[in-house]
């Protein structure tokens, strides 16, 4: 009966084991599960490349009279300004290059494509 039971304990023991590993994180890019996505940056413009991105990951923080260290990010016209003056810092804190604070600040880093289109929209003159 002893044995049996040890036998029965390892079994156990060994399916959580496997159940733990199989179960575990893992690290996939996007690409490998979803496929490659487009990033098309032709023609980048505010409307529908750049505010998306800005509305989710700035807006909550950089408007309002409280926004966060003065920033007005809410809308094309306080963007535009902002970037017309500022293009590097706002450049360097999407791309996380040590250059400006990480934006979002708590949030992840932009994608590559988020990150692309925004330099995109710049250089194709920030259109509406």
Do not use: F
């Amino acid at each position: 009966m002893g044995r049996k039971r040890s036998s029965t304990k390892l079994i156990s023991a060994t399916a959580i084991a496997m159940v733990a590993v199989l179960s575990s994180c893992y690290y996939d890019k996007s690409e490998s599960l979803y496929g490659v996505t487009k990033c098309d940056t032709t023609s980048a413009n505010y409307a529908s490349t750049i505010s998306p991105i800005i509305q989710r990951d700035c807006a909550g923080c950089h408007s309002g009279a409280s926004a966060s260290a003065g920033i007005q990010l809410y809308d094309y016209t306080s963007v535009k300004t902002y970037m017309s003056s500022n293009k590097m810092r706002l450049l360097g804190s999407v791309k996380w290059d040590g250059t400006a604070s990480n934006m979002p600040k708590g949030g992840n880093k932009w994608s590559n494509c988020n990150i692309n289109s925004m330099e995109a929209w710049v250089n194709q003159g920030m259109k509406p």
